[in-house]
């Protein structure tokens, strides 16, 4: 805008100077020589205008300086109009490459009183002239500047509103492409987890299909639990309790069928990012699994998972059953103490007693820095 501002001021100067110069009809109340020393103020104020506008282009200043440079315009008409001989000059049509320009540059509240300003100029200027228009003449080229101002106006607030759209569809569509990024991120490295799933259960001595898909679609509706929260929220983090809610569900829903189990959550967690949320779901999944499969008897009993939390978040899962050796490979130990551990940053504690076993998860709230 600076820069076509630029090109259409010198032209118009070129303008004035050649209509100056060229045969007009003769007016006893023009003054050339005051025409030209105006065109060449006005060239030298444009050149001056322009460059400081495109130096200061989005700071501060930038603002205030094309006001001045708009209010310039706005006396340097006026006073053309005025030395060109009133009402009989033609140099008021400058008023509408004016009046462009400040509808471009200036916003709705600082519009209204530069293009009254700039009305009033005009009719100034005529009247200083002892050569007097009619009131009507007078009053059509008034309706044809409010006119130009109105209609500049609205395009100006139909620019800005189709730019704002704009950019808030771009804004929207970079969000989209972010989110986009992110989600295939999660979902190859959620898919990574799975085949690491996979493979930690196939690698057993006389794993059998069966096996592996049982136990691996517990795990994976635990990654899926993570997932529903984090497309239902969108902001990245995680409510903790309400996916280990959803894990315990799942498992007393398909394991505890035949028996009667009885499960609930006590106490809470702070909200974590999707990766953590997500070791610490599967990590839950698997005790929980044991806890059902394992620790509990044929005629069921009650599992409670509790959760602390503090500078360290505690989350134990607790059963009434009558205990089991926690060595027993099928527990999947060492599953759980490398997402604990390695992923956590925690540690993993298991007692089984006759009255029960308790797995105790302790991790820091705060993920600790790595150093480089």
Same mark, same amino acid.
């Given at each position: ?15 004035? %100077? ?32 322009? !460059? ?91 309706? !044809?500047? !409010? ?117 609930? %959550? ?26 059902? !499969? ?21 989350? %134990? ?56």
């Amino acid at each position: 805008m600076v820069r076509l501002a630029i090109w259409i001021g010198f032209a118009s100067i070129l303008g004035v %100077v050649v209509a100056t110069l060229v045969p007009h009809h003769g007016n006893r109340y023009v003054d050339d020589r005051a025409v030209y020393l105006l065109a060449a103020v006005g060239a030298a104020g444009n050149a001056g205008f322009g !460059v400081l506008a495109r130096r200061w282009r989005g700071r501060r200043a930038g603002g205030p300086l094309l006001l001045a440079w708009g209010v310039g315009l706005i006396g340097l008409v006026a006073s053309l109009t005025y030395v060109g001989g009133g009402y009989a000059s033609d140099y008021y049509l400058l008023y509408f490459l004016v009046i462009p320009f400040l509808a471009a540059t200036q916003g709705p509240r600082t519009q209204v009183p530069l293009f009254a300003l700039l009305a009033l100029e005009y009719a100034m200027a005529v009247w200083a002239v002892p050569l007097h228009p009619s009131p009507g003449d007078l009053l059509l080229h008034l309706g !044809v500047l !409010v006119g130009a101002e109105a209609l500049g106006w609205y395009l100006a607030a139909a620019l800005r509103a189709e730019e704002m759209r704009r950019a808030r569809l771009q804004a929207e569509a970079d969000l989209k492409h972010v989110l986009a990024v992110e989600a295939n991120h999660r979902i190859e490295n959620n898919l990574q987890l799975v085949a690491d799933l996979l493979s930690f259960e196939a690698a057993r001595p006389q794993a059998s299909l069966r096996a592996v898909v049982d136990v691996t679609i517990s795990r994976v509706q635990a990654v899926g639990a993570v997932h529903r929260l984090l497309a239902a929220d969108g902001n990245g983090q995680i409510q903790t309790r309400s996916v280990l809610e959803q894990v315990l569900c799942l498992l007393t829903e398909r394991l505890g069928s035949e028996s009667r189990i009885q499960a609930r %959550v006590e106490g809470s967690l702070p909200d974590l990012d999707s990766q953590r949320a997500t070791w610490l779901a599967v990590a839950v999944n698997e005790l929980a699994t044991n806890a059902i !499969v394992h620790g509990l008897g044929p005629n069921g009993g009650r599992v409670i998972l509790r959760l602390e939390q503090g500078q360290h978040c505690r989350v %134990v899962v607790e059963d009434d059953g009558p205990g089991c050796p926690v060595h027993v490979e099928g527990l999947g130990l060492g599953l759980v103490r490398r997402l604990v551990e390695q992923g956590l940053q925690g540690e993993l504690c298991i007692r089984s007693e006759p009255s029960g076993t308790k797995a105790e998860i302790l991790f820091p709230t705060k993920v600790k820095e790595v150093a480089q």
